[in-house]
């Protein structure tokens, strides 16, 4: 094969993928000592894990704290599957299965499975539905191969460790998505609603995505979601609680949280650690040009005037729109653009929440991925192009500076990753609705795709 992509990589390339995957183990380290070491435990996973105390004991669910104060602010059942990490307060003794310290660390590993399981399951489907036989037909190992992997992992790295740093559930999350796109390329649709369900389940956001099978009414899809959501939203709770206490424990939860995040509920418990419009770290549509309004923190207004609330609305029904349009026109192929087309909309589902942090910009690891994906079609190399270069160097420096201390109250507080991100956005569209794909020979003859 005289594909120059398909050579084995270059001893360069060797050991810059060593020292990346060195950096990730650096700050498995890091982690230990910050979350599980220190006076005060840092980040998020002691919220999930109090909060698992709290199904373990019996106390309101959406009532505990951690050690910091924070509450759990997740739906039931991510509290259930932490159950054997459950950490109590101080006051109630040691934990009952798993200790506080070693929890940490199976987390940090375990997100760091998700992670590789999420760019691998979603490459390798790509490339098994690839238009090109020559990318179909691609060793194991080859330049390619790779960059379809750690490019994407690069770009993303700056929120990927966010999230692995703070604990969050991102990388669990976007294993679930990636899995679901895989399923779609693979036309397991029903597959792809049971992956759907599990994500909804976990972190509320991820049910924006159903407006996918609707939009092709893929009632196999829906079906599994239906199913997924019957099982880990109502028949598991029941059986932890009981029907009456798990009616209480979702009450809770509408009152606490999803009312407020909508301006359907007074309950301002969450205001200060999750829903205040203060919050410099919000990247969403909802905020982010609000700020940019009113870049002086100490005279903008406390709360969102009505004309925002309906822009944002009407921003985001114009987006989803104008990215299903261009899902048809390309006509919703089994390829990079079907990928593409669900990337897209797990981008607009992140920037559409009322509540959108940094981290949250490892969702695009997959649209980021689909575009590679495209480019390299029928091509003899991995050039990126100045074009893409341009946009992912971009969105890499755009969540980089928002990290620094003295650019918070500036880059971060207007979203300049969110501008980032929709510039990719707006590529990935207009690469859907130009169709921008080359059918090379004939439809993918690999055994999965034949089976397919």
Known sequence: MNDPACASLK???????????????????????????????????????????????GARLYDVVDNNGWHFNYPPFLAIMFVPMADPPASDGPAPFIPYALAVGLWFVFSLVCLAYAIHVLARAIEETSNDPKIRAQPRGCRRWWALRIIP???????????????????????MLCAMIAAFLRKQDFRAGIWLALATSIKVIPIYLVVYPLARRNWRTLAGWCLGLEITLVVLPFLVWGPAESIDVYQDFATTLLG????????????????????????????????LLHPNTTTRPATLPAWAEWNHRIVGLLLTVVTLAAGFRSGFRSDWSQAALVGALIFLMCVLSPVC?????????PMIMALLAQR???????????????????????????????????????????YAGLGIWF????????????TLQAEPSTPIARAA
């Open 427 to 438: 590529l990935t569209v207009r690469r859907l609705w130009q169709g921008c794909v080359t």
């Open 11 to 57: 001893p360069i390339e060797r050991w810059c993928i060593a020292i990346l995957l060195s950096l990730f183990v650096l700050l498995g380290v890091y982690v230990e000592i910050r979350s599980a070491r220190l006076s005060r435990r840092m980040g998020d996973f002691g919220c999930y894990v109090r909060g698992a105390w709290a199904v373990w004991s």
């Open 153 to 175: 992992l690069m770009v993303c790295t700056i929120p990927i460790g966010h999230t692995l740093m703070r604990g969050q559930v991102n990388t669990m999350i976007l294993a």
């Open 260 to 291: 407020p995040a909508f301006g359907l509920s007074p309950d301002k418990t969450r205001e200060d650690e999750l829903l205040g419009k203060g919050l410099t770290d919000n990247q969403s549509l909802k905020s982010a040009p609000f700020n």
């Open 357 to 365: 942090h940094l981290h949250y910009f490892t969702y695009m690891l």
């Open 376 to 418: 390299w079609e029928s091509r003899p190399d991995i050039d990126l192009g100045p074009l893409l270069m341009g946009l992912l160097s971009l969105m890499f420096v755009a969540n980089l500076l928002p990290q620094l201390p003295w650019m918070e109250l500036v880059l971060r507080d207007v979203g300049l990753p969110l």
